[in-house]
């Protein structure tokens, strides 16, 4: 019997051992060694000694059991600290009485009086141990489930009750005896029942509801369950007599602490107060309580069949226990009463939603913008909402039964049936793609179509297109496109596009003998139709242009416009033997017709550069680049074109490094001013000087204004500079009428460009040098080019009416050479005529002198001051006092000359200068 109790133990360890976890083997096997040794223990050792080491084993068991509950409800809050704490101080109670009876029979060496201070201590871990269970949060949801776990309670401890009283309880109570005794005695049982009614309830419902708080219940359970067992266990033996320290049923209380102590010893493995409400219940937690009352029934038959008819006791509690299964009967059919009523209003409850959701799906199809079609694999219409209408001018019912592909043509139709093919044979069951489809009308309508497969779905058994109209998306689409590529205004080709093209053009022809070859156009003589006739007449320019310059090239070549007034022609085969002149020839010719403008007759020209691929490495870019700079080589040398070579770049990287040193020139003030005195033809003296801008330039030196003059035009800086020259020669002036004492009057003549005249400041600008340097507006005279008055019309007229009526003289210098005209010289206030020196240089080389005759009697007939420029000759000055020029100016009377020797010229040689 012993070895058997040993065997029983190893099993129970070994068990243990295998359920655990990994982590957590070291902690268990201790536990169950300890608990093994001490089984072995009581096995082999002598009843004398077994007494001692029972009583020890026991005390230690109980009271670690309680050490590790408290010590794990400090690492819990809640309904969990409770549970773990109440435990702890269970077995620390039950420990205590093991104590007290340690301490009679192993200290004392006496017998244990019954009752002693021990049973105090025993009795305090069953309400304890309860408490603990029943302050976990696994109350039923439910009234009905309240009530329910109340009956099923009742049941089980009625039943346990019967079974106990049967097989423990009334032989105790036949025995007789002292009445504290008794009730200490029935107290052990009782307290039992009550621990193994609530583990049972706390173990069904902690099922039922899917616990998983960290309890560790199949552990506490077990270890509670093995104490109540030894604990009746003992209450029989020692009714019976025959208890002593030391027996088997000691191994009993060891292995309930020995569980307790592991489960409050070993890792929490959930979340604290986390119980999964929905879980359903386990059909064995709803069989313990008839297995309860089975037991109960099986139990008390027994006991009539061996001795009749039962106590009173007995007898209440078979009937007690009968009125619970009643009761509990009629619970649950109230339940499942209120059950398969909750079930048909959930069932009435789905179906609505499935007929609302029916019908909410029949609006959106039936009101849908777009087209849900249903058809077969061949691609015959089974279904089509009624949209169709409004989509494609079809009733639904015209389109059912019909082909899908009738709408469309033929290379549409078998794209369509390809598609509608992959998506039946599962190789891919949703696909999207676009199509274009007839309307009822006869119109094509641009349509995305997702096709879904649901051949295979019974509610529909065919392939779903869903179809949306997106004819105006892809025409905006378009429109945008065009917008992006096109030039609005003409409807050229853009920069970006243009490029592209040329890309396109390399790529296809890789070999440099397979000409290409770009034109770059700038219109000249386009801001001035801008400013005079305004921006309506410039754009209708440049309709007209790109008009002709279609007409002037090839079917197959691109012209584009680049913005403003440039343009470009891309030749894809230009012949080998021709280098793009022609082209640009017939382009200037095309130009150069004039055109009428709202009655205004306007002409304009181009200058165009020519670039060709020179290598296979020449890109677009390059390309472009290089048709550029040939174009403002065409515009500088005034050849109307020029074909792109390499030493144009080379000029380029000269440009930018004089534009660089020029406006550090600017900064830094490198400029000079030199003067050239003007002479009266009749007296000799000096009546003026002609401001002239130099350039001292630190490495370079003196850098002449042929060079740097067109550049500061042409990047804006010749105003900064003008600016400076005007300020530097009025304050210069000004310091010679003090030097001499205002004895010799002087007229001070200063170039301005068209860009300063241009300027709406630039009045403003000049009467602040005046009134800086204190020079009077009439002894300053403004010379400018025939050209800014041609270019400029209406606005500069209203520009040099201002600075005529300060008092400042106007000039034009180089008069003759450009667009010499009586009209403007009426409409622009004008006082001075300068002769250019090529007319000049004729009366010593024997050419025609009729122009300069012409010149000099237009300016004696309209009251204008004559000057000649360029006399280099003593001959070329008399004939021109000759025929009445009134002023000369040349290398004859002197070369420029800085400030200081001029005011040496006025001060030493009041007399006229000569050669």
Not at 138 to 148: H, K
Not at 219 to 246: C, K, M, N, R, W
Not at 835 to 854: H, M, N, P, Q, Y
């Amino acid at each position: 019997m012993q070895a058997q109790v040993v065997a029983t133990v190893a099993d129970v360890v070994a068990m243990t051992m295998s359920s655990a976890a990994p982590g957590r083997r070291a902690t268990v096997l201790v536990v169950c060694a300890g608990l093994l040794l001490w089984a072995v223990a009581l096995v082999v050792v002598p009843a004398d000694v077994s007494v001692h080491v029972s009583n020890a084993g026991l005390t230690t068991a109980a009271l670690g059991a309680g050490a590790a509950g408290l010590v794990r409800a400090r690492r819990h809050t809640g309904p969990v600290r409770r549970y773990w704490f109440l435990l702890g101080a269970a077995s620390l109670s039950w420990g205590a009485g093991m104590a007290v009876w340690s301490t009679y029979e192993s200290v004392r060496g006496v017998e244990v009086p019954f009752p002693s201070l021990a049973d105090l201590g025993y009795l305090g871990l069953p309400p304890l141990a309860a408490a603990a269970l029943m302050a976990l949060p696994l109350r039923a949801p439910t009234f009905s489930g309240r009530v329910r776990t109340l009956l099923d309670g009742l049941m089980v401890a009625s039943s346990l009750l019967l079974c106990s009283w049967v097989l423990v309880l009334a032989p105790v109570v036949a025995a007789g005896g002292d009445p504290l005794g008794q009730v200490i005695s029935l107290a052990y049982p009782v307290g039992d029942l009550v621990l193994i009614t609530l583990v049972i309830y706390t173990w069904t419902r902690a099922r039922q509801r899917g616990c998983r708080l960290p309890i560790a219940l199949p552990l506490v359970g077990s270890g509670l369950v093995a104490f109540a067992v030894a604990d009746s266990g003992f209450t029989y033996l020692t009714s019976a007599g025959v208890y002593s320290s030391g027996s088997l049923i000691d191994i009993g209380w060891g292995a309930g602490f020995c569980l307790l102590f592991l489960a409050a010893a070993l890792p929490a493995g959930t979340d604290p107060e986390d119980v999964d409400e929905e879980a359903p219940a386990r059909p064995l937690g709803n069989l313990l309580p008839y297995a309860a009352v089975g037991l109960a029934v099986l139990t008390s038959t027994v006991e009539l069949l061996r001795h009749g008819n039962g106590d009173m006791f007995f007898s209440w509690t078979r009937t007690a226990l009968l009125v619970l299964l009643v009761l509990r009967q009629v619970l649950t059919l109230n339940e499942n009463h209120h059950l398969t009523r909750d079930l048909e209003r959930r069932v009435e409850e789905r179906t609505a939603e499935v007929r609302a959701s029916a019908e909410r799906f029949t609006a959106l199809v039936q009101h849908s913008t777009d087209l849900v079609t249903v058809v077969d694999r061949t691609g015959v219409v089974q279904y089509q909402s009624p949209s169709s209408r409004r989509v494609l001018g079809y009733e639904p019912e015209d389109l059912v039964g019909r082909d899908l592909t009738e709408l469309m043509d033929a290379a549409e139709a078998e794209a369509l049936l390809a598609v509608l093919a992959r998506s039946a044979g599962g190789a891919d069951r949703l696909q999207s793609f676009h199509s274009t489809w007839r309307n009822a009308g006869g119109g094509e309508r641009r349509m995305e179509i997702t096709v879904t497969d649901l051949l295979d779905d019974p509610a529909v058994g065919g392939l779903v297109l869903n179809t949306r109209d997106v004819t105006e998306r892809v025409e905006l689409e378009q429109q945008l496109t065009t917008q992006a590529f096109t030039d609005a205004l003409t409807g050229l080709p853009n920069r970006a596009l243009f490029k592209d093209r040329l890309q396109h053009a390399l790529s296809r022809r890789p070999s440099s003998r397979e000409r290409v070859a770009v034109y770059f156009l700038d219109l000249d003589g386009f801001k001035a139709v801008n400013d005079t006739l305004g921006h309506s007449a410039g754009d209708a320019l440049l309709e007209e242009v790109a008009v002709r310059l279609r007409e002037a090239v090839r079917p197959g070549d691109t012209v584009a416009r680049f913005g403003g007034d440039e343009f470009a022609v891309l030749v894809e085969d230009l012949p080998g033997d021709e280098d793009g002149t022609l082209l640009a020839g017939r382009i200037r010719e095309a130009l150069e017709v004039a055109v009428d403008l709202d009655g205004e007759e306007v002409h304009v020209s181009a200058s165009i550069g020519i670039a060709h691929r020179e290598d296979a490495g020449t890109d677009a870019e390059q390309l472009l680049r290089n048709a550029d700079l040939a174009m403002y080589q065409a515009k500088s040398g005034g050849s109307g074109w020029a074909v792109y070579a390499p030493e144009m770049h080379e000029g380029l990287v000269a440009r930018v490094r004089l534009e660089a040193d020029l406006r550090r020139a600017l900064a830094e003030e490198q400029f000079e001013v030199h003067y050239q005195p003007m002479v009266s033809m009749r007296s000799g003296a000096i009546t003026g000087v002609e401001a002239l801008v130099r350039w001292r330039h630190p490495e370079r030196g003196m850098v002449s204004p042929t060079e740097f003059i067109p550049l500061a035009e042409a990047t804006g800086m010749i105003r900064p500079l003008g600016l400076w020259v005007l300020r530097e020669a009025c304050r210069t002036a000004m310091g010679w009428h003090r030097e001499t004492g205002g004895s010799r009057p002087l007229k001070l003549s200063v170039n301005v460009s068209a860009r300063q005249l241009q300027h709406p400041e630039f009045p403003g600008e000049v009467a602040a040098v005046l009134a800086e340097s204190g020079l009077p507006a009439t002894s300053l005279t403004l010379e400018m080019t025939e050209s800014v008055l041609v270019d400029n019309g209406p606005a500069m007229l209203a520009t040099l009416g201002v600075l005529r009526e300060t008092g400042i003289r106007l000039a034009i210098d180089d008069f003759g050479t450009g667009y010499s005209s009586l009209s403007y010289l009426h409409r622009f206030p004008v006082d001075i005529l300068k002769i250019d020196k090529s007319f000049v240089e004729r009366l010593s080389t024997g050419g025609d002198t009729a122009l300069i005759s012409t010149i000099l009697r237009l300016g004696k007939t309209m009251h204008l001051e004559t000057v000649a420029e360029g006399i280099e000759h003593p001959q070329e000055m008399l004939l021109l006092r000759r025929q009445g020029c009134t002023t000369g100016q040349g290398y004859h009377f002197s070369r420029p000359v800085p400030a200081d020797q001029i005011l040496q010229m006025l001060v030493d040689a009041p007399v006229p200068v000569g050669g």
